[in-house]
């Protein structure tokens, strides 16, 4: 089954301070992963999107990491500010055809405080 | 702006009530997309549009749902005889012919049923 799993569910942390946030996914074929930041009552926007190829990506203070072998991806937030308190969603697009599906896992909401 | 937008940004109706909204993709995007999604989760895929076909649905699309879009631009979605399990935030997202298809979400509409 096409999954996607984020932990943790929940994370609150200090302004300044970083965090990472985990991403399991059991999804094939794959194409590729993306992180989405949603804050409260507003659509996702995008902040990464990575292939199969790629380790890493960063997007100013927030770098992803990918291993494609494991099947995990984290996203590294640096140097927090209270803007960044969202929920930050794992996507995974899965190929078919000629068409895309995407897999989303269930968010991590992160509250930061100052 | 350029984004994806979508209208009402909020609609509350009492149950039994039928409901319609409305998503104005980006221009030049064929794919457009409409999910659903309820707190504490990430959205789940309802329906997809490529261009003016409806290519595929889910099998969270009740009989109750319906969704259009007539001239391969703007896109409906209705709710029949609403129910108050939908209550939920209704997401529209469009890409654009080519590439890793990336997915660009408007603001959403949050639907409350009484």
């Known amino acids: 089954k096409n999954q996607v799993e984020q932990s943790p569910q929940s994370l609150i942390i200090l302004e300044g301070k970083n965090c990472t946030l985990q991403c399991n996914y059991t999804v094939s074929p794959f194409s590729n992963l993306r992180w989405y930041k949603q804050d409260t009552g507003r659509g996702p926007v995008s902040l990464t999107i990575m292939t199969f190829s790629e380790n890493t990506k960063s997007n100013g203070r927030y770098t992803a990491t990918l291993d494609a072998d494991t099947k995990q991806s984290s996203l590294h937030i640096t140097a927090s500010q209270l803007s960044d308190s969202a929920s930050y969603i794992c996507?995974?697009?899965?190929?078919?055809?000629?068409?895309?599906?995407?897999?989303f896992g269930s968010g991590t909401r992160l509250l930061v405080r100052p | 702006d350029t984004g994806v937008s979508q209208n009402p940004r909020h609609k509350i109706t009492k149950r039994g009530q039928n409901v319609t909204f409305r998503c104005d993709p980006i221009s030049e995007h064929n794919r457009l997309y409409w999910y659903r999604q309820t707190l504490g989760q990430g959205p789940e895929f309802l329906t997809y549009?490529?261009?003016?076909?409806?290519?595929?649905k889910s099998r969270l699309l009740s009989d109750r749902f319906s969704a259009e879009r007539p001239k391969g631009s703007f896109s409906t979605l209705e709710i029949q005889r609403t129910e108050q399990g939908d209550s939920a935030m209704y997401l529209c997202?469009?890409?654009?012919?080519?590439?890793?298809?990336?997915?660009?979400f408007g603001p959403g509409t949050r639907l409350t049923v009484l």
């Open positions: 997202a469009s890409s654009p012919p080519t590439g890793t298809n990336e997915q660009f």
């Open positions: 996507v995974v697009s899965l190929r078919m055809d000629s068409s895309y599906k995407l897999i």
């Open positions: 549009f490529q261009n003016e076909a409806q290519l595929e």
